[in-house]
């Protein structure tokens, strides 16, 4: 456990977030697609009692709750509270005064850990303006993936080739065959891939690929494949028609051109750099955190999910008195932005999941 320190302990109560990081704890609810063992591989963990090879995807950070399968899903921290509880307590301390002037006391990004245990559905995630529209909801749901590991050939499916007239978008998912899949762009990814995944465009990840996901915080899918995962097609489609529904799926092209300005290598990154493209700005960032021997590495103050993809090294957080995190691939640390800029020695690498600017 790390030390706890507070300002002035006498103003907080003490449950009240530190300047220093918390590791967080693994949150892995339910899903109805397999995986989870390559997450548990990566945090350095034995398989809890629960674990029931459904368990793919490990929400960090979240405020947020599951849509469409009943479960929870928000970060509990390790001193039992609720993170969007510990964030109302103290909002300037966790997110910093501009991004709460700007965003309110959310921090308007979910970042998860996703191993693929099965091929995903082929589904799409609104954007944020057919959310406002028809789903009552600020977020759509533009995400993006950062390949920390996969299977040799394996890969990913996002955008059609060609373009998909209204009629065969309809007929194809009414058919709930093989064809949807095959008109999408396949991607064969390698650690150190990043792909940006727009709102809207239809995708899939593919068995043996993992992830480090960031998303805007919603939990809205819209499952164009959905019968031979066993999901009701109420869930499938958000509670909307169908018609309606995949008046949000972009249905292309997304031509060579276009794929390539989503795609990045954050293994590409020395010293500090972003690991997404440009466009993905406006939704979250990733920073890359590299440092080497002689060559330490430095961010910004910040909300950040702080994942360690590589190496081991130490983190240091605040100016007056510097906490020294010791860090090693697999880690995972909440940094609030309160702790600080942050200070990165040794042989690792550091992807740290923040709001946008
Ligand atoms: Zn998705």
Partial sequence: MPETTVSDPTSLPTHLPTHVPSRLPLNTPHR???????????????????????????????TTRLFAEGGDGVTVLDD???LPDALAADPDHWLGDAHVAAHGVEPGLLTKLLDAGERLPVHSHPDRAFAA???????GKTEAWIVLDAEPGACVWLGFRDELPTEELAQLVGAQDDRLLAALNRIEVSPGDALL???????????????????EPTDLSVMLEHRR???????????????????????GPLTPEGLAALRRRWTDVAGAGHALPGEAAAFFRAEVLSAAPGAPATGEASFAVAVVVAGEGVLTTGTDAPHATSVARGDVLLVPHGAGPVGLDGDVTVIRCMPSA
């Fill in 229 to 251: 995962f066993g999901l009701e097609e109420a869930h499938a489609f958000l509670g909307l028609t169908v018609p309606r529904a995949l008046e949000s799926v972009d249905r």
């Fill in 197 to 215: 995944v727009p709102g809207g465009q239809p995708h899939a990840i593919g068995e043996g690929v993992f992830v480090l996901e960031l998303q």
């Fill in 133 to 139: 529209a028809h789903l009552d909801c600020g977020h």
């Fill in 32 to 62: 109805f697609y397999r995986g989870g063992e390559r997450i548990l591989t990566f945090r350095g963990l034995e398989a809890p009692a629960d674990f029931d090879g459904h368990r793919p995807e490990d929400w960090l950070a979240s």
């Fill in 80 to 82: 039992g509270t609720r």
